[in-house]
């Protein structure tokens, strides 16, 4: 009978546990909403530079494994405000690996063709290999096609943490690659076309929901930069100031 009463009791715990987590796993939304606002010293977009000092503000929606959001770069010299959607869908894989894929907005609203007229925009798509961890590196393979301009870009890049423990943060590193043909309608001038970059940021945590980063960027190209306002020196060092907060 003490054995069949401690059976019983084992088993109210273990359910009582069970119907704990069910309640606090119901209390929570089912979706998450994160936003970035971030202040960088330049603007470098496939190891381009398109502006200099600017601010870029960013918001994104998930929910399972789809995932939806707004980014913007405002520059703070009017060099040409960018608004880009996105909308994808991760297939999780074994490992914490996973299949990335989706579409992507790009728009220009300012900006100003030889005709006069203004207003830009072009479309995205991408599919990508990315997360797991292999001897701490996290890497990840990407391809994108702009369906507009019919060009490819294949990029690859690497990402290593440090953990500092007793300052609370991390150092991050990570580099890329990237690679174009360059043979669609929105030819650079240069065939077969590459640009990599490498960077270092340190994240600190100010509370649950809120994360501080700096960060320190490096990027350069052998393409020819399609902008018209003076960022055409070979290659780039910026950094970047950002606060995330999650909800």
Do not use: H
């Not at 971030?38 to 603007?43: E, G, K, L, R």
């Not at 580099?175 to 270092?200: E, I």
């Amino acid at each position: 009978m003490k054995k069949i009463a401690l059976i019983l009791a084992a088993l109210a715990v273990s359910y009582s546990a069970q119907a704990a987590d069910a309640s606090v796993a119901a209390s929570k939304p089912a979706y998450n909403i994160t936003t970035d606002f971030t202040y960088a010293s330049a603007y470098v977009f496939r190891g381009q530079k398109q502006s200099n000092a600017t601010f870029q503000a960013s918001a994104e929606v998930t929910y399972t494994q789809f995932y939806g959001g707004v980014w913007t770069n405002m520059p703070l010299r009017n060099d040409g405000n960018e608004v880009d959607l996105y909308l994808g869908y991760g297939f999780p894989l074994q490992n914490d690996w996973k299949i990335d894929t989706g579409v992507t907005s790009y728009n220009f609203p300012q900006y100003v063709n030889g005709s006069g007229s203004t207003g830009f925009a072009t479309y995205e798509g991408y599919v990508g290999l990315t997360g797991g961890n292999v001897s701490g590196l996290t890497p990840s393979l990407y391809a994108y096609y702009d369906f507009k301009y019919d060009d490819l870009t294949i990029q690859g890049s690497v990402g290593y943490s440090v953990p500092l423990k007793q300052l609370g943060t991390s150092l991050d590193f990570a580099v890329a690659y990237g690679f174009t043909p360059n043979t669609g309608r929105f030819n650079t001038g240069v065939a077969n076309s590459t640009y990599w970059g490498a960077g270092v940021t340190v994240p600190y945590k100010l509370a649950p929901n809120a994360t501080l980063t700096g960060g320190l960027q490096y990027a350069d190209s052998d393409g020819i930069n399609a902008t018209s306002a003076g960022f055409r020196e070979k290659g780039s060092l910026y950094y970047t100031v950002g606060l995330a907060l999650g909800f």
